[in-house]
């Protein structure tokens, strides 16, 4: 009968390191933080017991969407050099907090500013740093939202973010590789192009939004993180039924080895094979799904003219 869920798991882990499975074992709770432990770490695509593989796991994939907002210019926005102090006018009904402000009128600096305070409804804010320009009392001004946070299950986001307008896929770089495609000081409206992660779960991108007004949707897929199992029958792993045996196999292995069981070793090539396995399962399911996947494409050589010829001069076809 195939594991079902972390209770099944512990008792199998406590049945085969020889352990009584009522609950009178030393080893009960214990068993509970071993399965924790390689859950984790097979959830990442890696594990201790085949170090040189890494793995995206079918399994392990979930998707979420994001609203992009608009820019917002609409009215003016008085700042004073050397103020952090700005107005709105008219007032913005959402709050600006957090977006980038760029004043666009007069002798504009290049600076770009983070709106660090703004209620919705209200004319007042407050910059991140005064301001570096000259005194404008009518000032006009692009308001725009790049940074977006991510849902909070996000593991690892998978690129492309996908969009339903051009381009329909947004590709992820390195935030040093953003800031050299992409830098703050041209800063403009308009459909990203590219994405960065700040940290784990905050996304930036290159452009700060539709200037018509309308938002724009864009889905991505993500690795999530798992919670940890509990010892009930309601507690079930994300890992498919039929290969739910291999959480116990490595599980097992530590049991063994802090009982300093000879049979550890055996349990341990068990574990590997079984995971091994699984790896195996995984690629083949993706090679049917990619019909280009291990194919052989020839090389394109733009430069060649004439006839294919061989080495001795032979002409092919």
């Known amino acids: 009968m195939p594991l079902a869920n972390a209770r099944e798991l512990k008792e199998d882990v406590l049945f085969r390191a020889s352990e009584p499975i009522n609950g009178s074992s030393g080893w009960d709770s214990k068993v509970m933080d071993y399965i924790n432990r390689v859950y984790r770490t ?140 992409f830098p703050l000081v041209r800063l403009r409206p308009g459909i990203p192009q590219a994405f960065a992660l700040e940290d784990e779960r905050t996304v930036r991108f290159s452009h700060g939004g539709k200037n018509d007004g309308k938002h724009m949707r864009v889905e991505y897929r993500f690795r999530p993180f798992v919670i940890d199992l509990t010892d009930s029958i309601g507690s079930i792993p994300l890992v498919p039924t039929q290969w739910m045996h291999v959480l116990s196999d490595m599980a097992l ?14 349990a341990a090539l068990g574990a590997r ?22 194919h052989i494409a020839p090389r394109q050589n733009s430069q060649s003219k004439g006839p294919l010829r061989t080495e001795s001069g032979l002409i092919i076809g």
């Open 273 to 294: 094979t079984g995971l091994a396995a699984m790896l195996k399962e995984n690629r083949r399911r993706n090679v049917k799904m990619d019909y280009l996947a291990g």
């Open 42 to 181: 097979l959830s990442t695509g890696a594990s201790e017991f085949l170090p040189e593989y890494v793995e995206d796991w079918w399994w392990m994939r979930q998707d979420a969407t994001l609203l992009l907002e608009p820019v917002y210019s609409v009215g003016t926005v008085a700042v004073v050099q050397g103020s952090a102090a700005i107005t709105f006018t008219p007032a913005p009904a959402d709050s600006q907090a957090g977006r980038r402000l760029r004043i666009k009128s007069g002798t504009a600096p290049p600076d770009v500013f983070v709106i660090a305070a703004h209620t919705g409804g209200a004319g007042p804010a407050t910059l991140d740093g005064n301001y570096t320009g000259e005194t404008n009392a009518l000032a006009s001004f692009d308001s725009m939202k790049i940074e977006y946070a991510l849902s909070s299950s996000v593991q690892v986001l998978m690129s492309p973010i996908v969009a339903f307008q051009m381009p329909d896929r947004i590709y992820g770089v390195p935030p040093e590789r953003m800031d050299e495609l």
């Open 253 to 266: 292995v530590y049991v063994l080895l802090d009982k300093n069981d000879d049979r550890s070793n055996a």
